[in-house]
């Protein structure tokens, strides 16, 4: 292990404690202020208190306020609209072609997967005028929920089928081979044999798509433009725009927007990390 | 009536054949909806925006065919040639976050109680939505309510005001990015950490090697093909940045903080020059896939070594 470990070592364990600590809140340094202007009273504001402790809480006062006064409940509302199924189709999709990408040969399959590759990695710019005209004149489902669902579960599927191939590359080959000696049909040897087999993918794959879509912002703007659909990162925009100064109502939306994702992530976070880091070890 | 030999033959010939083709059927049925929704929206439009960058379109009329003016007006568009210029910039800057997530997880390698709590509570930049950061880091610069000038002033330095003016806005844009970039290559680093060779370690450590010798000749190597993963999606993600631009400066002041991803949705909304902007998507298309060829390349150059 490097650097040497220090577990063990009382003296040294409780420095790097302290340590840990210090540096932890200087990286959050940004987080905890908005989380504190977020309790904060507009007098205080006006002071320009920043640092100290609020002098009149007014945490569920201002939660209170954006939440009843602001269309906040709304775009939360959109958010999970959207990011729901197109987490579940992402999944339906991905799962399908990537066992058969890992475990059926056929050729072609590596230029396959270099497309998967080189399509996610291209600037959302790229995409953006035909499918904007796609979604207006030829699927007329522009401005509705389902006009980001189909998106977001049509690209999200790119990576997502790399992240589980990678994982059901390693469903030993005997397994399957014997399922078909059996005379067990592909799709049930998918159904019934792969797909237990990684469900801890799944479950990563599940997380990190759902960050993914709830965090976008690109595409929320350029499919959607009515409030009954906005989700929040595009809704948090336009509220900031709407109370400029009333940093303590922005604080407090930035904080509900975020919520939703950061309380996955902890839930799973083992999953989240092996979804993420499954690239950088599997190369 | 056929004989039963017969029979039980022509039964192994269907099962033969269904076998055979069950292999290809399903291979089809379970590949095709990813494949379609793919190719519908994601390739078929990057063809699409390649070909309509060779017309001149308002979104609305005829497009008319003007073979590469749009790339030569852009060779002398002064707004393009400095979203160019920031987009090396924010190229450059973004070296750091290697750096700095690497330092972080050489950091946080540790095993003791709670180290996992720790991790998460540092990739957590990563995890919440650019907006967010972008509100965040507009309102820690900002002149009025600005922390950053606050802190500042301590050292008894002017107040700054970084995303008003020309010079620092699109430095102040760059530092909110490598914010939740350095923790993406931090939690990376750390997998390659915890992937190390003991044994490689153990004998360098019994020559004599520790700190930065033992980095630099032991850990490095070692986390070579990591390193350049951490370097494609950072230029990947300091080219395709479009968010924090958005939120915190819209361009400004006076485009000198405007990069192509931006600049090319100013071209659509605003001055509705599809073409255009076409345009642009495909060069910084281009300059992306550069990017990544580039680092591919090395990394299987690097395997057959």
């Known amino acids: 292990m490097f650097p040497a470990p220090i577990a063990g070592q009382p003296g040294k364990e409780n420095a790097y404690r302290i340590a840990l600590l210090v540096s932890l809140t200087v990286w959050l340094l940004p987080i905890l202020a908005v989380a504190l202007t977020s309790m904060r009273s507009i007098e205080d504001l006006n002071k320009g208190d920043i640092w100290s402790l609020p002098r009149h809480p007014k945490l569920i006062e201002n939660y209170a306020d954006v939440l009843t006064n602001s269309a906040m409940p709304n775009f939360i509302f959109n958010s999970f609209l959207i990011t729901v199924p197109s987490v579940i189709g992402t999944l339906a999709l991905s799962a399908m072609a990537a066992f058969v990408l890992a475990k059926i040969h056929f050729p072609g399959r590596a230029v396959l997967l270099g497309v998967f590759i080189a399509g996610n990695l291209a600037p959302f710019q790229a995409l953006m005028i035909p499918v904007r005209q796609f979604t207006i004149e030829t699927l007329g489902i522009y401005d509705t929920h389902l006009a980001l669902i189909l998106f977001h579960t049509a690209f999200q599927t790119g990576f997502c089928t790399l992240l589980l191939h990678t994982f059901i590359r390693r469903v030993p080959e005997a397994l399957i081979e014997s399922a078909r000696l059996d005379g067990v049909s592909e799709v049930r040897i998918f159904y019934k044999v792969v797909l237990p087999l990684i469900r801890p993918a799944l479950a990563a794959a599940a997380v990190l798509v759902f960050t993914f879509v709830w965090n976008d912002f690109f595409w929320s703007l350029v499919l959607v433009q009515s409030d009954d659909v906005r989700p929040v990162t595009a809704g948090l925009q336009s509220l900031r725009g709407m109370w400029l100064a009333s940093w303590h109502l922005i604080s407090a939306s930035a904080i509900i927007a975020a919520a939703p994702p950061v309380t996955v992530f902890f839930l799973m976070q083992r999953h989240f990390i092996t979804g993420l880091t499954s690239g950088a070890l599997s190369e | ?305």
């Open chain 2, 1 to 305: 009536m056929t004989p039963v030999s017969q029979r039980s033959s022509r039964l192994e010939t269907v099962l033969a054949w269904r076998s055979r083709h069950d292999r290809v059927l399903s291979a089809i049925l379970l590949l095709a909806p990813a494949c379609v929704m793919f190719f519908v929206f994601v390739i078929w439009p990057i063809i699409q925006t390649f070909r309509l960058s060779f017309y001149a379109w308002d979104g609305v009329g005829a497009k008319r065919w003007i073979g590469a003016g749009n790339y030569r007006e852009l060779l002398n568009d002064p707004v393009f040639l400095h979203a160019i210029t920031n987009n090396v910039i924010w190229l450059l800057c973004y070296g750091l976050a290697p750096i700095v997530g690497l330092a972080i997880a050489l950091f946080l390698n540790q095993k003791i109680r709670g180290i996992r709590v720790a991790r998460c509570l540092f990739l957590l930049p990563f995890v919440i939505s650019q907006v967010v950061v972008g509100v965040v880091f507009g309102w820690f610069f900002s002149a009025h309510f600005g922390l950053f000038d606050k802190i500042v002033a301590a050292f008894d330095l002017p107040p700054m005001a970084l995303l008003d003016h020309e010079n620092t806005a699109v430095f102040g844009v760059i530092a909110a990015g490598l914010w939740p970039q350095s923790a993406y290559c931090m939690i990376l680093y750390l997998a390659g950490l915890t992937a190390l060779k003991p044994e490689l370690i153990d004998a360098a450590r019994l020559d004599g090697a520790e700190g930065w010798t033992m980095l630099r000749h032991v850990v490095l190597p070692q986390l070579r093909p990591i390193t350049y993963l951490v370097l494609l999606v950072c230029c990947v993600s300091a080219l395709r940045n479009f968010d924090l631009v958005t939120i915190m400066t819209g361009g400004g002041p006076y485009n000198s903080s405007t990069v192509a991803a931006y600049y090319m949705f100013e071209q659509i909304f605003l001055s509705f020059r599809y073409g255009y902007g076409a345009a642009i998507a495909s060069v910084l298309f281009g300059m992306i896939e550069i990017c990544v060829i580039y680092f591919l390349w090395q990394m299987t150059r690097r395997e057959h070594d």
